[in-house]
Protein backbone atom coordinates (compact mmCIF):
# COMPACT_ATOMS: atom_id res chain seq x y z
CA UNK A 1 0.00 0.00 0.00
CA UNK A 2 1.43 2.96 -1.24
CA UNK A 3 0.46 6.15 2.12
CA UNK A 4 0.68 9.76 1.71
CA UNK A 5 1.41 10.80 4.98
CA UNK A 6 0.62 14.87 4.42
CA UNK A 7 1.45 16.95 7.27
CA UNK A 8 2.04 20.65 9.08
CA UNK A 9 6.06 21.05 9.47
CA UNK A 10 8.14 18.45 11.44
CA UNK A 11 7.32 17.78 14.50
CA UNK A 12 8.62 15.32 17.49
CA UNK A 13 5.29 13.52 16.87
CA UNK A 14 5.61 13.11 12.93
CA UNK A 15 8.98 11.77 13.06
CA UNK A 16 7.93 9.21 15.73
CA UNK A 17 4.86 8.38 13.09
CA UNK A 18 7.15 8.35 10.27
CA UNK A 19 9.45 6.03 12.25
CA UNK A 20 6.99 3.46 12.92
CA UNK A 21 5.75 3.59 9.94
CA UNK A 22 8.82 2.98 8.37
CA UNK A 23 9.15 -0.68 9.92
CA UNK A 24 5.81 -1.51 8.15
CA UNK A 25 5.37 -3.01 4.36
CA UNK A 26 4.13 0.16 3.36
CA UNK A 27 5.42 2.82 1.14
CA UNK A 28 5.26 5.86 2.67
CA UNK A 29 6.06 9.10 1.33
CA UNK A 30 5.78 12.68 3.03
CA UNK A 31 5.21 15.78 2.34
CA UNK A 32 5.28 19.01 4.72
CA UNK A 33 2.47 21.32 4.29
CA UNK A 34 4.67 24.58 5.31
CA UNK A 35 8.98 25.10 4.83
CA UNK A 36 11.33 23.67 7.13
CA UNK A 37 14.09 21.08 6.86
CA UNK A 38 12.97 18.56 8.24
CA UNK A 39 14.52 14.62 9.77
CA UNK A 40 12.89 12.30 7.31
CA UNK A 41 13.30 8.93 9.06
CA UNK A 42 15.34 6.09 6.99
CA UNK A 43 12.64 4.10 4.75
CA UNK A 44 10.77 7.66 4.17
CA UNK A 45 10.75 8.92 0.64
CA UNK A 46 10.26 12.77 1.18
CA UNK A 47 8.43 14.72 -1.38
CA UNK A 48 8.99 18.65 -2.28
CA UNK A 49 5.87 21.02 -3.75
CA UNK A 50 5.82 20.95 -7.73
CA UNK A 51 6.91 24.63 -7.89
CA UNK A 52 7.14 27.31 -5.60
CA UNK A 53 6.41 26.40 -2.05
CA UNK A 54 2.48 27.76 -1.94
CA UNK A 55 1.45 30.78 0.03
CA UNK A 56 -1.10 29.86 2.71
CA UNK A 57 -1.41 33.22 4.14
CA UNK A 58 -4.34 34.29 1.04
CA UNK A 59 -6.30 32.23 -0.64
CA UNK A 60 -4.85 32.51 -4.31
CA UNK A 61 -2.10 30.92 -2.55
CA UNK A 62 -4.34 27.64 -1.03
CA UNK A 63 -5.84 27.17 -4.63
CA UNK A 64 -2.29 27.43 -5.90
CA UNK A 65 -1.62 24.72 -3.11
CA UNK A 66 -4.15 22.49 -4.04
CA UNK A 67 -3.55 22.40 -7.61
CA UNK A 68 0.03 21.55 -6.68
CA UNK A 69 -1.00 18.57 -4.52
CA UNK A 70 -3.51 17.25 -7.34
CA UNK A 71 -0.48 17.17 -9.89
CA UNK A 72 1.38 15.70 -6.87
CA UNK A 73 -1.09 13.33 -6.10
CA UNK A 74 -1.82 12.12 -9.78
CA UNK A 75 1.79 11.54 -10.19
CA UNK A 76 2.33 9.63 -6.70
CA UNK A 77 -0.90 7.62 -7.11
CA UNK A 78 -0.82 6.71 -3.55
CA UNK A 79 -3.80 4.19 -2.15
CA UNK A 80 -4.60 6.31 0.71
CA UNK A 81 -3.17 9.87 1.91
CA UNK A 82 -3.03 10.67 6.16
CA UNK A 83 -3.41 14.18 6.93
CA UNK A 84 -4.03 16.15 9.49
CA UNK A 85 -4.92 18.79 11.16
CA UNK A 86 -7.81 18.94 10.53
CA UNK A 87 -7.96 22.63 9.18
CA UNK A 88 -4.51 22.37 7.50
CA UNK A 89 -2.83 19.31 5.63
CA UNK A 90 -6.49 17.69 5.72
CA UNK A 91 -8.38 20.78 4.21
CA UNK A 92 -5.95 20.74 1.62
CA UNK A 93 -6.22 16.68 0.83
CA UNK A 94 -10.08 17.15 1.05
CA UNK A 95 -10.34 20.31 -1.56
CA UNK A 96 -7.58 18.40 -4.10
CA UNK A 97 -10.62 15.62 -3.76
CA UNK A 98 -8.75 12.99 -3.02
CA UNK A 99 -10.37 9.60 -1.94
CA UNK A 100 -9.58 7.81 0.66
CA UNK A 101 -8.29 10.08 3.30
CA UNK A 102 -7.57 9.51 6.72
CA UNK A 103 -8.00 12.30 8.41
CA UNK A 104 -6.10 12.92 11.53
CA UNK A 105 -6.92 15.42 14.40
CA UNK A 106 -3.89 16.37 16.49
CA UNK A 107 -6.36 17.57 19.31
CA UNK A 108 -6.73 21.66 19.56
CA UNK A 109 -7.42 21.96 15.88
CA UNK A 110 -11.14 20.38 16.93
CA UNK A 111 -10.83 21.51 20.64
CA UNK A 112 -9.74 24.80 20.04
CA UNK A 113 -9.47 26.18 16.47
CA UNK A 114 -13.08 24.46 15.21
CA UNK A 115 -15.15 27.26 16.12
CA UNK A 116 -12.82 30.29 16.12
CA UNK A 117 -14.71 31.69 13.20
CA UNK A 118 -17.03 31.04 10.45
CA UNK A 119 -13.72 30.34 8.47
CA UNK A 120 -13.11 27.43 10.53
CA UNK A 121 -16.32 26.22 11.13
CA UNK A 122 -16.65 25.73 7.83
CA UNK A 123 -12.52 24.37 7.00
CA UNK A 124 -13.35 22.00 9.18
CA UNK A 125 -16.79 20.96 8.12
CA UNK A 126 -15.38 20.51 4.62
CA UNK A 127 -12.42 18.46 5.98
CA UNK A 128 -14.35 15.88 8.07
CA UNK A 129 -17.34 15.52 5.11
CA UNK A 130 -14.36 14.60 2.84
CA UNK A 131 -13.27 12.06 5.34
CA UNK A 132 -13.31 8.72 4.84
CA UNK A 133 -11.69 8.20 8.23
CA UNK A 134 -10.67 10.05 11.46
CA UNK A 135 -8.63 9.52 13.85
CA UNK A 136 -9.09 10.93 17.30
CA UNK A 137 -6.51 10.57 20.38
CA UNK A 138 -9.25 10.75 23.35
CA UNK A 139 -12.99 10.45 23.03
CA UNK A 140 -13.41 14.29 24.30
CA UNK A 141 -12.12 14.69 19.93
CA UNK A 142 -14.27 12.31 19.08
CA UNK A 143 -17.70 13.85 20.30
CA UNK A 144 -16.42 17.15 19.11
CA UNK A 145 -15.89 15.53 15.80
CA UNK A 146 -19.81 13.78 16.01
CA UNK A 147 -20.68 17.46 16.70
CA UNK A 148 -19.58 18.45 13.43
CA UNK A 149 -22.04 15.18 11.69
CA UNK A 150 -18.94 12.74 11.56
CA UNK A 151 -20.13 9.06 12.20
CA UNK A 152 -18.72 7.60 15.35
CA UNK A 153 -18.62 4.35 13.19
CA UNK A 154 -15.83 5.84 11.07
CA UNK A 155 -13.41 7.28 13.81
CA UNK A 156 -10.56 5.54 15.37
CA UNK A 157 -9.61 5.99 18.65
CA UNK A 158 -5.69 6.24 19.09
CA UNK A 159 -3.96 7.94 22.06
CA UNK A 160 -0.63 8.38 20.79
CA UNK A 161 1.06 6.68 23.66
CA UNK A 162 4.55 6.56 24.77
CA UNK A 163 7.67 4.62 24.69
CA UNK A 164 7.43 2.60 28.33
CA UNK A 165 11.09 1.70 28.25
CA UNK A 166 12.24 4.65 28.20
CA UNK A 167 9.64 6.86 30.03
CA UNK A 168 10.24 4.26 32.97
CA UNK A 169 10.06 4.98 36.84
CA UNK A 170 13.64 3.58 36.56
CA UNK A 171 14.98 5.83 34.40
CA UNK A 172 13.37 8.79 35.39
CA UNK A 173 14.19 8.42 39.51
CA UNK A 174 18.07 7.45 38.74
CA UNK A 175 17.93 10.91 36.46
CA UNK A 176 15.92 12.91 38.73
CA UNK A 177 17.64 12.32 42.66
CA UNK A 178 20.82 13.57 40.43
CA UNK A 179 19.18 16.78 39.21
CA UNK A 180 17.80 17.52 42.33
CA UNK A 181 20.75 17.21 44.18
CA UNK A 182 22.49 19.26 41.10
CA UNK A 183 20.09 21.67 42.24
CA UNK A 184 19.98 21.20 46.16
CA UNK A 185 16.68 20.77 45.93
CA UNK A 186 16.39 17.19 47.66
CA UNK A 187 14.42 18.03 51.00
CA UNK A 188 11.93 20.43 48.49
CA UNK A 189 8.56 19.22 47.33
CA UNK A 190 9.53 19.67 43.65
CA UNK A 191 6.81 20.55 40.96
CA UNK A 192 7.44 19.91 37.26
CA UNK A 193 6.13 21.30 34.33
CA UNK A 194 6.72 21.17 30.66
CA UNK A 195 3.82 22.70 28.15
CA UNK A 196 4.47 25.39 26.01
CA UNK A 197 4.30 29.25 27.47
CA UNK A 198 1.55 30.15 25.76
CA UNK A 199 -1.92 30.97 26.64
CA UNK A 200 -3.94 27.97 25.91
CA UNK A 201 -1.32 25.62 28.16
CA UNK A 202 -2.14 28.05 31.33
CA UNK A 203 1.65 28.47 32.08
CA UNK A 204 0.86 32.03 33.55
CA UNK A 205 -1.62 31.22 35.92
CA UNK A 206 0.92 27.95 36.81
CA UNK A 207 3.19 30.80 38.00
CA UNK A 208 0.21 32.79 39.92
CA UNK A 209 -0.58 29.83 41.45
CA UNK A 210 2.99 29.13 42.25
CA UNK A 211 3.65 32.54 43.86
CA UNK A 212 0.93 32.02 46.20
CA UNK A 213 1.65 28.74 47.37
CA UNK A 214 5.09 29.06 48.06
CA UNK A 215 4.05 32.25 50.44
CA UNK A 216 2.33 29.60 52.74
CA UNK A 217 4.81 26.69 52.51
CA UNK A 218 8.49 27.86 51.38
CA UNK A 219 9.60 24.26 50.99
CA UNK A 220 7.91 24.24 47.19
CA UNK A 221 10.07 24.07 43.90
CA UNK A 222 9.16 24.45 40.81
CA UNK A 223 11.10 22.91 37.69
CA UNK A 224 9.68 25.03 34.49
CA UNK A 225 10.71 23.89 31.21
CA UNK A 226 10.16 24.83 28.23
CA UNK A 227 9.55 28.77 26.89
CA UNK A 228 7.56 30.16 24.52
CA UNK A 229 5.86 33.78 23.75
CA UNK A 230 4.36 34.08 27.29
CA UNK A 231 8.21 34.24 28.53
CA UNK A 232 8.66 37.45 29.84
CA UNK A 233 5.39 37.57 31.73
CA UNK A 234 5.56 34.36 33.68
CA UNK A 235 9.21 35.29 34.54
CA UNK A 236 8.02 38.29 35.64
CA UNK A 237 5.27 36.07 38.14
CA UNK A 238 8.03 34.37 39.49
CA UNK A 239 10.68 36.56 40.12
CA UNK A 240 9.80 37.01 44.01
CA UNK A 241 9.90 33.73 44.76
CA UNK A 242 13.84 33.59 43.57
CA UNK A 243 16.05 30.42 43.66
CA UNK A 244 12.93 28.55 44.45
CA UNK A 245 12.51 27.85 40.15
CA UNK A 246 14.13 26.79 37.82
CA UNK A 247 14.16 27.25 34.12
CA UNK A 248 16.29 24.13 31.93
CA UNK A 249 14.75 25.76 28.90
CA UNK A 250 13.74 22.99 25.91
CA UNK A 251 14.60 19.53 27.38
CA UNK A 252 15.52 16.63 24.69
CA UNK A 253 13.42 13.23 24.90
CA UNK A 254 16.56 11.67 25.63
CA UNK A 255 17.09 13.98 29.23
CA UNK A 256 12.68 14.02 29.45
CA UNK A 257 12.52 11.10 32.01
CA UNK A 258 14.88 12.48 34.81
CA UNK A 259 13.17 15.85 34.81
CA UNK A 260 10.00 13.84 35.27
CA UNK A 261 12.03 11.76 37.47
CA UNK A 262 13.02 15.01 39.63
CA UNK A 263 9.74 16.14 40.47
CA UNK A 264 7.08 15.02 43.16
CA UNK A 265 4.71 16.70 41.17
CA UNK A 266 3.77 16.71 37.56
CA UNK A 267 1.28 19.37 36.94
CA UNK A 268 -0.42 20.94 33.82
CA UNK A 269 -2.84 23.95 34.00
CA UNK A 270 -3.79 23.32 30.15
CA UNK A 271 -7.14 24.94 28.88
CA UNK A 272 -7.48 22.77 26.14
CA UNK A 273 -6.11 19.14 25.32
CA UNK A 274 -6.27 16.21 23.88
CA UNK A 275 -4.40 13.28 24.68
CA UNK A 276 -1.59 15.43 26.23
CA UNK A 277 1.37 13.43 25.16
CA UNK A 278 3.31 15.23 28.72
CA UNK A 279 0.68 13.88 30.78
CA UNK A 280 1.19 10.32 29.49
CA UNK A 281 5.25 10.48 29.42
CA UNK A 282 4.52 11.61 33.46
CA UNK A 283 1.65 8.69 33.87
CA UNK A 284 4.89 6.42 32.31
CA UNK A 285 7.49 7.31 34.76
CA UNK A 286 4.85 7.03 37.46
CA UNK A 287 4.62 10.76 38.71
CA UNK A 288 1.39 11.68 40.58
CA UNK A 289 -0.38 14.14 38.56
CA UNK A 290 -2.28 17.43 39.15
CA UNK A 291 -3.97 18.74 36.07
CA UNK A 292 -6.98 21.13 34.75
CA UNK A 293 -10.53 19.77 35.20
CA UNK A 294 -11.13 19.48 31.55
CA UNK A 295 -12.94 16.55 29.62
CA UNK A 296 -9.49 15.20 28.12
CA UNK A 297 -8.09 15.00 31.33
CA UNK A 298 -11.19 13.71 33.24
CA UNK A 299 -10.53 10.35 30.48
CA UNK A 300 -6.91 9.89 32.63
CA UNK A 301 -7.21 11.53 35.45
CA UNK A 302 -9.35 10.17 38.48
CA UNK A 303 -9.10 12.29 41.79
CA UNK A 304 -7.45 10.04 44.43
CA UNK A 305 -6.33 7.50 41.75
CA UNK A 306 -2.99 8.69 40.11
CA UNK A 307 -3.77 12.59 41.24
CA UNK A 308 -6.04 15.00 41.50
CA UNK A 309 -7.30 17.92 39.41
CA UNK A 310 -8.15 21.29 39.82
CA UNK A 311 -10.81 24.18 38.41
CA UNK A 312 -9.04 25.48 35.15
CA UNK A 313 -8.61 28.86 35.91
CA UNK A 314 -8.86 29.28 39.61
CA UNK A 315 -5.54 30.28 40.65
CA UNK A 316 -6.83 30.18 44.25
CA UNK A 317 -7.67 26.54 43.72
CA UNK A 318 -4.82 25.49 42.13
CA UNK A 319 -2.65 26.93 44.78
CA UNK A 320 -4.90 25.15 47.45
CA UNK A 321 -4.10 21.77 45.57
CA UNK A 322 -0.71 22.15 44.90
CA UNK A 323 -0.31 22.29 49.30
CA UNK A 324 -3.01 19.95 50.29
CA UNK A 325 -0.73 17.46 47.66
CA UNK A 326 2.75 18.98 49.30
CA UNK A 327 0.90 17.00 52.36
CA UNK A 328 -0.77 13.97 50.82
CA UNK A 329 0.79 10.66 52.27
CA UNK A 330 -0.64 8.76 49.47
CA UNK A 331 2.02 10.36 46.57
CA UNK A 332 3.96 7.48 46.46
CA UNK A 333 0.55 5.23 45.76
CA UNK A 334 -0.47 7.44 43.20
CA UNK A 335 2.46 7.04 41.16
CA UNK A 336 2.44 3.16 41.32
CA UNK A 337 -0.85 3.03 39.68
CA UNK A 338 -0.05 6.04 37.21
CA UNK A 339 2.96 3.64 35.79
CA UNK A 340 -0.07 0.66 35.75
CA UNK A 341 -2.32 3.01 33.80
CA UNK A 342 0.22 3.51 31.19
CA UNK A 343 1.36 0.35 30.67
CA UNK A 344 -3.05 -0.61 30.44
CA UNK A 345 -3.79 2.49 28.11
CA UNK A 346 -0.55 4.36 26.99
CA UNK A 347 1.78 1.78 25.64
CA UNK A 348 2.61 3.13 21.92
CA UNK A 349 3.56 -0.43 20.94
CA UNK A 350 0.43 -1.19 21.67
CA UNK A 351 -1.86 1.64 20.46
CA UNK A 352 0.34 1.98 17.02
CA UNK A 353 -1.62 -0.64 15.42
CA UNK A 354 -4.69 1.53 15.78
CA UNK A 355 -3.24 3.87 13.14
CA UNK A 356 -3.17 0.90 10.84
CA UNK A 357 -6.19 0.06 11.20
CA UNK A 358 -7.46 3.54 10.38
CA UNK A 359 -5.77 2.70 6.81
CA UNK A 360 -7.99 -0.44 6.24
CA UNK A 361 -10.75 0.76 7.60
CA UNK A 362 -10.50 3.83 4.90
CA UNK A 363 -9.58 1.24 2.32
CA UNK A 364 -12.72 -0.97 3.15
CA UNK A 365 -14.98 2.56 2.57
CA UNK A 366 -13.00 2.86 -0.65
CA UNK A 367 -14.22 0.32 -2.49
Not at 148 to 156: K, L, Q
Not at 273 to 285: K, Q, T
Request: hydrophobic share 45%; charged share 20%.
Amino acid sequence: MRVLYFTAQDSPHDQRFLSALAGTTLQVFSLRMYTCQPKTPEGIKELTWGGNQPDWSFWNGWQAGIKQLEDILLDLKPDLVHAGPIQGPALVAALAKFQPLVSMSWGFDLLRNADRSPWMRWATRCALARSAVLVADCQTVAEQAAGYGFPHERMILFPWGVDLDHFSPRNANNAGQALRQSLGWEEGFVLFCNRAWSVPYGVDELAQAFVLAYQRNPNLRLLLAGDGPQSEQIRAILAPVGDAVHFPGRITREDLPGFYGAGDLFISASHCDGSSVSLLEALACGRPTLVSDIPSNREWVRPGDVGHLFSTGDVNALADKILALAADSNLAAYGRRARKLAEERADWTLNFPKLLDAYQLARRAAC
